[in-house]
């Protein structure tokens, strides 16, 4: 988790992280990992998900992508309510 994504948390804010990181907790946002060991090691299951959304199986809404300078005004849209579909952020 870099600077970047945490200057975009507001101070006391929580971050979900899928990969384990747990930070060090800075202006009190609060770090809280999620690992999901049963399907982190099911490569044909999660090769099976992936093909499923690449055949159209399965649909993924995004609302919109963001370049991760512009995590302020992502998350400013979603605070506002109305977005369908989930917002991402690239980096």
């Known amino acids: 988790m870099g600077a970047l994504?945490?200057?975009a948390v507001r101070d006391g804010g929580r971050v979900v992280t899928l990969?384990?990181?747990d930070g060090p907790g800075e202006r009190g946002i609060v770090y809280q990992p999620?690992?999901?060991f049963r399907y982190a090691r099911?490569?044909?299951e999660l090769d099976r998900l992936r093909q499923q959304v690449e055949d159209g199986e399965i649909t993924l809404r995004v609302a919109r992508?963001?370049?991760a300078e512009q995590a302020t005004e992502a998350h400013r849209l979603?605070?506002?309510g109305g977005?369908?579909?989930r917002l991402v952020l690239t980096f």
């Open 65 to 67: 992508t963001f370049a």
């Open 5 to 7: 994504t945490a200057r």
């Open 19 to 21: 990969l384990g990181y």
């Open 34 to 36: 999620i690992v999901v």
């Open 83 to 85: 977005v369908r579909g």
């Open 42 to 44: 099911e490569r044909a």
């Open 78 to 80: 979603l605070a506002a």
